[in-house]
Nanobody, 118 residues
């Protein structure tokens, strides 16, 4: 079952901007949190940003002040506005949702490539 559909990746020059989007299936009330992890070649997958159903946000230290996560509850969609992009932001970005259930299980999007290069 497809849980998440994400888009918005691409090639951008250093200092540029991209906006990622991730649309979740189901009722927004069943979601505890949504956000993105990213994985660069040869590296572990790390949390980039998240937002809870109560609106609380969390960011990796490396993106604070540059990235902003937001949510449109009516569309079951979250957005990641990425500004002042750096080459080290290059990675596959994976949207996730964490369900509001006893397991608090994670579900993953298909991933979208972000490449920051001149």
């Amino acid at each position: 079952q497809v849980q998440l559909v994400e888009s918005g990746g691409g090639l951008v020059q250093p200092g540029g901007s991209l906006r990622l989007s991730c649309a979740a299936s189901g009722n927004i009330n069943s979601i505890y949190a949504m956000g993105w992890y990213r994985q660069a070649p040869g590296k572990q997958r790390v949390l980039v940003a998240s937002i809870t159903n109560g609106g609380g946000t969390n960011y990796a230290d490396s993106v604070k002040g540059r990235f902003t996560i937001s949510r449109d509850n009516a569309k079951n969609t979250v957005y990641l506005q990425m500004n002042s992009l750096k080459p080290e932001d290059t990675a596959v970005y994976y949207c996730f949702k964490q369900i509001l259930a006893s397991t608090y299980s994670f579900y993953w999007g298909q991933g979208t490539q972000v490449t920051v290069s001149s």
